[in-house]
Structure formats: C-alpha cells, structure tokens
C-alpha cells in the first residue's frame, strides 16, 4: 500500500508564505500525474493546482494563480506547493493526490486513488 504523507502547514499571517511538501512511496513515481486540492469547513474539496508527471503542464485555480507554485522532485518522490501571499480564504485542509498520468490534468480524484492524510493551512488576518 503506497504512502502519502504531506507536511508543512501551520498558522501564518495574510500576507505570508508556507510550503507544502508531500512525499510518496508510489512506483515508478512518474507514472503519475498529481494534485493539491483543499476543503475549507462547510464547502466541497476544491483543486487548488495539478502537475503532470513530466512536470512541464500544470494548471492552477483562478483563486490562487500568480500566488500558489506546484514543483515536482521525481527523483525524491516529492510534490511541493509554494504558497505566497496567502489570504484569510485560503485557509482550509490541504491535500495531495496522485492519479496515473494517462488520465490527464483534468482527472477528478477519486477516493480509490491515492490521498494524503491532509495537513492544515490557517491564515490570520
């Protein structure tokens, strides 16, 4: 059973930055395609930004474009999300997601394939 373990979140300022990092036991690593998505209390899990295993597409919310940045180590099995100039409404569970590449950057996750245990982004303002 492959792991998928995110980290980074916390407590920060409007304004502010954190990264997120998610590592994953999945092999080959770049068989997938892969996401955060984020769910804010009472509202619907959301995508926040999608890579493709290659790295060289990705596609981002409007919500957070020109703020948020998705990277990819594939040699460390690693997915990154920069986030910069975070905003009150950016606060929400935050998680990575991989799916197998062949599906595309438009794929909507399903809970049959691989989820981290989420990590939480609160922004103050």
């Known amino acids: 059973q492959a792991q998928v373990v995110e980290s980074g979140g916390g407590l920060v300022q409007a304004g502010g930055s954190l990264r997120l990092s998610c590592a994953a036991s999945?092999?080959?690593?770049?068989?997938?395609?892969m996401g955060w998505f984020r769910q804010a209390p009472g509202k619907e899990r959301e995508s926040v930004a999608t890579?493709?295993?290659?790295?060289?597409?990705?596609m981002y919310a409007d919500s957070v474009k020109g703020r948020f940045a998705i990277s990819r180590d594939n040699a460390e099995k690693t997915v990154y999300l920069q986030m910069n100039s975070l905003k009150p409404e950016d606060t929400a569970v935050y998680y990575c997601?991989?799916?197998?590449?062949?599906?595309?950057?438009?794929?909507?996750?399903?809970?049959?394939?691989?989820w981290g245990q989420g990590t939480q982004v609160t922004v103050s303002s």
């Open positions: 999945l092999s080959p690593f770049s068989n997938y395609a």
């Open positions: 890579m493709s295993w290659s790295g060289d597409r990705t």
């Open positions: 997601t991989f799916w197998p590449s062949r599906y595309g950057l438009g794929y909507k996750p399903t809970p049959y394939d691989y």
